[in-house]
């Protein structure tokens, strides 16, 4: 069966240019995460969507990032425009439901630099 | 500040050793789960607890939660170096709540 699906994975690109991150996630899951990890601060939920309807997006860090899902099977996030600070590895997970013991599916991540 | 803290942070040790990883919290989890994440890939979830005082086994891990639910412990039993990788926890304060992830800790496991 084929998991989570990123796209690309791996990504440079200067500083001001736009950055878009691609997921498709495991086909009949209702729930998809994107999370962003770094070093300094580990695993961090950026934004996730329940039924294609972004639900909470507390964790995107300004305005400069966007998350769209305009269907079950393909989301993306989009970074204008990306700074140096914006490095780091993207990773997109899937669920059905959300509840105790449902595991995310997590992809295999895109690694992002800004120069 | 970390909801979840892990300790330690990083492990390095000899293939055949055992040890234990630790995951901390002031508050309470209405369920916690424990994920290993290999270099190049995502995590990929181990087990989910639910119950204080609840002890799971896989293979050689074992994994237990807090009585309390604030805290939970995982053992591993003869390392190997396939277990190298990042541990991470996981926690959720309300039932059907988004999971928060702790930092990590980085095991190193040496032939």
């Known amino acids: 069966d084929a998991g989570v699906i990123q796209s690309p994975r791996h990504e440079v690109t200067e500083m001001g240019q736009e950055v878009t991150l691609r997921c498709k996630p495991i086909?009949?899951?209702?729930?998809l995460f994107w999370y962003r990890q770094t070093m300094m601060r580990g695993l961090e939920l950026l934004i996730y969507?329940?039924?294609?309807?972004?639900?909470?997006d507390s964790g995107m860090p300004e305005d400069r990032f966007s998350a769209k899902m305009p269907n079950a099977s393909f989301s993306t996030l989009k970074i204008q425009p990306s700074e140096p600070r914006d490095s780091a590895v993207y990773f997109c997970?899937?669920?059905?439901?959300?509840?105790?013991?449902?595991?995310?599916?997590f992809g295999d991540g895109t690694r992002l630099s800004i120069l | 500040t970390q909801l979840l803290e892990q300790s330690p942070q990083f492990l390095s040790i000899q293939e055949g050793e055992n040890l234990t990883v630790y995951c901390n919290s002031s508050?309470?989890?209405?369920?916690l789960q424990w994920y290993r994440q290999e270099p190049g890939e995502g995590p990929v979830l181990l087990v989910t607890?639910?119950?204080?005082?609840e002890v799971k086994k896989l293979k050689r891990l074992t994994f237990q939660f807090g009585d309390a639910r604030k805290d939970s412990s995982l053992h591993i039993t003869a390392a190997q170096p396939g277990d190298t990788g990042l541990y991470l926890c996981?926690?959720?304060?309300?039932?059907?709540?988004?999971?928060?992830f702790g930092p990590g800790t980085r095991l190193s496991v040496l032939p």
């Open positions: 997970a899937s669920s059905l439901g959300q509840v105790a013991g449902q595991p995310q599916h």
């Open positions: 086909s009949g899951h209702d729930y």
């Open positions: 969507f329940n039924n294609n309807v972004p639900i909470d």
């Open positions: 508050s309470v989890f209405s369920s």
């Open positions: 607890v639910v119950t204080g005082g």
């Open positions: 996981a926690g959720a304060v309300n039932y059907g709540q988004n999971f928060v």
